[in-house]
Nanobody, 119 residues
Framework: QVQLVESGGDLVQAGGSLRLSCAAS????????MGWYRQASGKQRELVAV???????NYADSVRGRFTISRDNAKNTVYLQMNSLKPEDTAVYYC?????????????WGQGTQVTVSS
């Protein structure tokens, strides 16, 4: 059974920092591209950052330079360090795992963690 468990969401003032964690089980973590997505109230879910199995990372323009994604394969955990937070970063943040297994794309989601940034 695949599980992605996010933690670290909180209420923080604008300009503050948070670190989100996502602990994975039931997958070969090192072979998965891991990502963070977010969904603000009334909006579609959007990509925040991804990191491949080869440690290549990419970011949404809105967070580049403020957020950093990283992974620890020994701990089966992906992190999102969020600095200089803005009210518009308020959203539920979801962890995502993707891999190709026997020619099929497999995608898994966590349950989400709430990040609220007050002005």
């Amino acid at each position: 059974q695949v599980q992605l468990v996010e933690s670290g969401g909180d209420l923080v003032q604008a300009g503050g920092s948070l670190r989100l964690s996502c602990a994975a089980s039931g997958i070969i973590f090192s072979l998965n591209t891991m990502g963070w997505y977010r969904q603000a109230s009334g909006k579609q879910r959007e990509l925040v950052a991804v990191i491949t199995s080869g440690d290549t990372s990419n970011y949404a323009d809105s967070v580049r330079g403020r957020f950093t994604i990283s992974r620890d394969n020994a701990k089966n955990t992906v992190y999102l360090q969020m600095n200089s937070l803005k009210p518009e970063d308020t959203a539920v943040y979801y962890c995502n795992a993707q891999s190709v297994y026997r020619g099929s794309l497999r995608i898994y989601w966590g349950q989400g963690t709430q990040v609220t940034v007050s002005s």
